[in-house]
């Protein structure tokens, strides 16, 4: 039963990979919101899912896997359920967020020279800049924002984050 479900798995995501290209189409036009509509759904975008991607929209591979890699809202590899980005632009630099990032890395146990835990749970980014530079440092966690973000408040700030999962 394990090798069915094992078989299946994959034919459901190429099922959805499908859906999503029927709603938006097929013209070469559409295939930054396929990609969008994929990350959205698997928080990143898998090779076989960009060669899907290719065939059923008849556009050459290299130019799929190169919007993939070309813009920076595109990951190709795995992202964690939660996203934190943490500013490290001058005035957030200047203020600490060096400190900030080993912290979260530390607190979080992200494996050395990676940006996610290992079972996915989160994925921490650094960022060059958010536009936040009055609340310097700035920390945003899905989408919301800490600002003046000190040493101390990386353990509060993942404490939210998980009661977040508990709501």
């Known amino acids: 039963m394990e090798k069915t479900e094992t078989v299946q798995e994959p034919?459901?995501?190429?099922?959805?990979?499908?859906?999503?290209?029927?709603?938006?189409g097929t013209d070469?036009?559409?295939?930054?919101p396929v990609l969008q509509a994929i990350q959205s759904e698997?928080?990143?975008?898998?090779?076989?899912?960009?060669?899907?991607?290719?065939?059923?929209?008849?556009i050459p591979q290299a130019e799929v896997f190169?919007?993939?890699?070309?813009?920076?809202?595109?990951s190709t590899q795995p992202k964690g359920k939660h996203i934190v980005q943490v500013c490290d632009g001058t005035a957030c630099?200047?203020?600490?967020?060096?400190?900030?990032?080993?912290?979260f890395?530390?607190?979080?146990?992200?494996?050395?020279?990676?940006?996610?835990?290992?079972?996915?749970?989160?994925?921490l980014e650094t960022v060059s800049c958010l536009g936040a530079c009055a609340l310097a440092p700035a920390v945003v966690?899905?989408?919301?924002v800490y600002g003046n973000v000190n040493f101390d408040d990386v353990a509060r700030i993942i404490m939210t984050m998980k009661e977040s999962d508990d709501e």
Do not use: C, W
């Not at 070469?28 to 930054?32: D, E, H, P």
């Not at 146990?109 to 996610?116: E, K, M, R």
């Not at 966690?141 to 919301?144: N, P, S, Y």
């Open 66 to 74: 190169g919007v993939a890699t070309f813009y920076a809202q595109f």
């Open 105 to 123: 890395k530390k607190d979080l146990q992200i494996p050395v020279g990676g940006t996610t835990t290992e079972d996915l749970y989160v994925t």
């Open 141 to 144: 966690v899905d989408g919301k």
């Open 93 to 103: 630099h200047v203020r600490g967020s060096s400190e900030i990032i080993k912290k």
């Open 28 to 32: 070469r036009s559409a295939l930054i």
């Open 42 to 58: 698997f928080r990143y975008l898998p090779q076989e899912m960009l060669s899907f991607v290719s065939t059923a929209m008849g």
């Open 11 to 24: 034919l459901r995501n190429f099922a959805k990979v499908k859906e999503i290209i029927e709603k938006f």
